[in-house]
Antibody, heavy 116, light 105 residues
Framework: EVQLMESGGGLVQPGRSLKLSCAASGFTYNNYVMAWVRQAPTKGLEWVASISTGGGNTYYRDSVKGRFTISRDNAKNTLYLQIDSLRSEDTATYYC?????????WGQGVMVTVSS | IQMTQSPSLLSASVGDRVTLSCKAGQNINNYLAWYQQKLGEAPKLLIYNANSLQTGIPSRFSGSGSGTDFTVTISSLQPEDVATYFCQQYSSGSTFGSGTKLEIK
């Protein structure tokens, strides 16, 4: 059974940093592109970033380039999202997703709230 | 690529045939997926490549379309289908529509 489990969210002040993690199991993790998708409260879904199987290629939406860093550890079957210089508009539930390239499996999500 | 869903809210009765629409801002061939998101849950993949049913999804769901115009149809609406439905294009990057909220009348 495919499982994706996010962690690392919380309440953070503007300008601070946060690192999200996503532990994967139930599939051959290093064979798949992985992604982060976010959803602001009561809003729609927004693709944030994707990473190739080996980690050598990364892709970001324009609004997060330079502040977000996606990475993966294939030995630990874990996906990461480093978020720097947090802004109020980053407040959202962040989902990790297995990408094929549509998203066939999603984690349960982790909430990030940016507020002073 | 902008994705436009309509309507934003739909109320229908149990047993009704329901069709939700999604329009792409440019030709995306058949690189379109549909997701169902129930309140408080993560999205779930329903349809990929415009008309392929994901494993485990009830056969009352079906998808159609190509190019710029797409639909997902529920042949007989069930109470458990209450959710918000999102389309996503993956022809160039990834973009979601704003969603259609489906309610029971």
């Amino acid at each position: 059974e495919v499982q994706l489990m996010e962690s690392g969210g919380g309440l953070v002040q503007p300008g601070r940093s946060l690192k999200l993690s996503c532990a994967a199991s139930g599939f051959t993790y290093n064979n798949y592109v992985m992604a982060w998708v976010r959803q602001a409260p009561t809003k729609g879904l927004e693709w944030v970033a994707s990473i190739s199987t080996g980690g050598g290629n990364t892709y970001y939406r324009d609004s997060v380039k330079g502040r977000f860093t996606i990475s993966r550890d294939n030995a630990k079957n874990t996906l990461y999202l480093q978020i720097d210089s947090l802004r109020s508009e980053d407040t959202a539930t962040y989902y990790c997703a297995k990408s094929v390239p549509y998203f066939d499996y999603w984690g349960q999500g982790v909430m990030v709230t940016v507020s002073s | 690529i902008q994705m436009t869903q309509s309507p934003s809210l739909l109320s229908a009765s149990v047993g009704d045939r329901v069709t939700l629409s999604c329009k792409a801002g440019q030709n995306i061939n058949n690189y379109l997926a549909w997701y169902q998101q129930k309140l408080g849950e993560a999205p779930k993949l329903l349809i990929y490549n415009a008309n392929s049913l994901q494993t485990g999804i009830p056969s009352r769901f079906s998808g159609s379309g190509s190019g710029t115009d797409f639909t997902v149809t529920i042949s007989s609406l069930q109470p458990e289908d209450v959710a918000t439905y999102f389309c996503q294009q993956y022809s160039s990057g990834s973009t979601f529509g704003s969603g259609t909220k489906l309610e029971i009348k």
